[in-house]
């Protein structure tokens, strides 16, 4: 990636714009992100990087797949919001696909397509400091303070879960404010 100057395209892809806003202030006098060599471009062929905000609408979808496309090669992403990052509050609208995840999913699947290197850039909206930061991690110049960390809940916790279910469930029965008509099921079980 290129450290001393890293040019970016910035792509609404359904946002509220109270991102967008965040991004043009970095831009203003008081940050001023261009003495450090990042450009706003106005076209993803000339771009390092694309700034995503917003929840991917399914409107939008091809258009942000050919601009992704015309990006070249090294290519960053950011996704700048709470909504670019898992689709915010829209995650599971009948028109949102979601957020980036779900975009490389998509890639994936039916592009083939590896997905670009991601900063993720959460808040709503997120402070024009953490996105110079995002910005920063993105181009090299600085080293990311934080680690990714999977955790995987171990079989016996989930088994413990349930068996805690069922007792408390089993104790409601017991009261008169228990609903006999309801029936639970778990995620593996069939209607």
Avoid at 63 to 72: G, Q, R
Avoid at 102 to 107: A, Q
Avoid at 145 to 163: F, G, H, R, W
């Amino acid at each position: 990636m290129v450290k001393n100057s890293l040019w970016v395209f910035h792509l609404n892809s359904g946002s509220c714009n109270g991102c967008d806003i965040e991004i043009l202030n970095i831009f203003a006098p008081r940050n001023d992100v261009e003495r450090l060599g990042i450009k706003l471009v106005g076209s993803p062929r000339h771009a390092d990087a694309i700034a995503f905000t917003g929840p991917i609408t399914r409107e939008c979808l091809p258009k942000v797949i050919d601009a992704l496309k015309a990006v070249p090669e090294p290519k960053v992403v950011l996704a700048i919001g709470a909504c670019a990052c898992g689709g915010g509050i829209w995650y599971d609208t009948y028109s949102v696909i979601g957020g980036v995840k779900e975009l490389y999913r998509i890639l994936k699947e039916e592009y083939n397509m590896e997905p670009p290197a991601t900063v993720f850039i959460p808040g709503c909206p997120p402070k024009p400091e953490a996105i110079i930061y995002g910005v920063a991690v993105a181009s090299g110049m600085l080293e990311s303070k934080q680690k990714k960390t999977v955790y995987i809940e171990p079989e016996e916790s989930v088994a413990n879960e349930k068996l805690m279910i069922a007792e408390l469930i089993s104790e409601a029965e017991k009261t008169r404010h228990f609903m006999p008509g309801i029936v639970i099921r778990g995620v593996e079980d069939e209607p």
